[in-house]
Nanobody, 120 residues
Framework: QVQLVESGGGLAQPGGSLRLSCAASGSIFIMGTMGWYRQAPGKARELVATITSGGSTNYADSVKGRFTISRDNAENTVYLQMSVLKPEDTAVYYC??????????????WGQGTQVTVSS
């Protein structure tokens, strides 16, 4: 089993910044792609950004140029630096990790979510 613990959410003003962290722990063999998703009230969960173990990144168009995803493979931790925040970035942000087992099975895990609120 793998556990994901997120931190760093909170309240920010429009134009401000926040940094989210997500640390994976447990019986980790190989950690594959990690990423962040978000869900606003009344909306479906959507991809924000992903990063492979090799460092290749993918971003939603709505956050390109404002958010930066990074990871520390040694610590099995993924980060999301959010800048130039907008009210529409308000959502619960979820960490996702694709864990590869010794039998080459890929299991997806989710964090508990952290609230990000952008408001003046």
């Amino acid at each position: 089993q793998v556990q994901l613990v997120e931190s760093g959410g909170g309240l920010a003003q429009p134009g401000g910044s926040l940094r989210l962290s997500c640390a994976a722990s447990g019986s980790i063999f190989i950690m594959g792609t990690m990423g962040w998703y978000r869900q606003a009230p009344g909306k479906a969960r959507e991809l924000v950004a992903t990063i492979t173990s090799g460092g290749s990144t993918n971003y939603a168009d709505s956050v390109k140029g404002r958010f930066t995803i990074s990871r520390d493979n040694a610590e099995n931790t993924v980060y999301l630096q959010m800048s130039v925040l907008k009210p529409e970035d308000t959502a619960v942000y979820y960490c996702n990790a694709q864990h590869i087992t010794r039998l080459s099975r890929v299991n997806a895990y989710w964090g508990q979510g952290t609230q990000v609120t952008v408001s003046s």
